[in-house]
């Protein structure tokens, strides 16, 4: 179960870095600690923080 | 960090981090730091280091994995062993800790927390947990900030 959800955010992921919409959204619930994925129609709790912004910003490499 | 900037970062961290957060030295600019525990969608918990720099927030901070140590690729390798990686997005390690890619420096404005800088490095956590899955490496999940 543990690897399905963790498979579900990776191709999340890797949708969004070739610039492709799911609708869906990564969202930090604070509850659990977690990054979670919500779907359309999905209940979003207040207190989360939507990352997906944060991830489309992109990872740096500076040497 | 100020204390004004201290009262704001430790309002946001008690809010979505409970528990999960220290602040080590946060008075002392020369060697304070952030210990955060993540935790993955896999299960595993992750403890970072945020080094705090003495001109932060007008300098973006620095981020290794401090445990679990050493991390591991796909292919077993010590992920300390590769240096600086674009394809891993992780940059030099110290004290054989991973130093995580994050906020791009030239991209970097005093308006970050350091609350969204434990989000981006959980984010980097959950593509770590994939490429683990897959052997895909990290720049599969994570794109790269623009060059500019």
């Keep these: 179960m543990n ?22 959204d990564i969202v930090f619930d604070p509850v659990t600690g977690e990054l979670v994925l919500v779907r359309p129609g999905d209940r979003k709790d207040p207190d989360s923080t939507t990352v997906n912004q944060i991830a489309e910003d992109g990872f740096a490499l500076v040497i | 960090m100020d204390s004004a900037r201290l009262a704001l970062e430790s309002t946001i961290l008690e809010r979505y981090l409970p528990r999960r957060y220290a602040f080590v030295h946060p008075t ?64 030099t390690s110290a004290d054989g800790c991973v130093q995580l890619c994050h906020f791009k420096g030239s991209l970097w404005h005093t ?5 969204k800088v434990a989000l981006k490095c ?17 720049d599969y999940y994570l794109r790269h900030c623009p060059q500019h």
Excluded: C, F
């Design chain 2, 122 to 138: 959980l984010i980097w956590l959950e593509a770590y947990h994939n490429h683990l899955l897959t052997g895909n490496d990290i």
């Design chain 2, 111 to 115: 308006n970050i927390t350091l609350y």
């Design chain 2, 28 to 91: 002392d600019s020369s060697r304070s730091y952030l210990d955060v525990g993540l935790k993955t969608k896999s299960g595993n918990t992750y403890r970072l280091k945020i080094l705090i720099p003495p001109d932060y927030p007008s300098a973006m901070p620095l981020v290794y994995v401090v445990h679990p140590k050493p991390l591991y690729d796909y292919h077993k390798q010590d992920l300390t062993s590769i240096g600086a990686s674009g394809k891993m997005h992780v940059l």
């Design chain 1, 3 to 24: 690897e399905k959800k963790t498979k579900e955010l990776g191709i999340e992921l890797a949708e969004r870095n070739r610039n492709k919409s799911t609708g869906n």
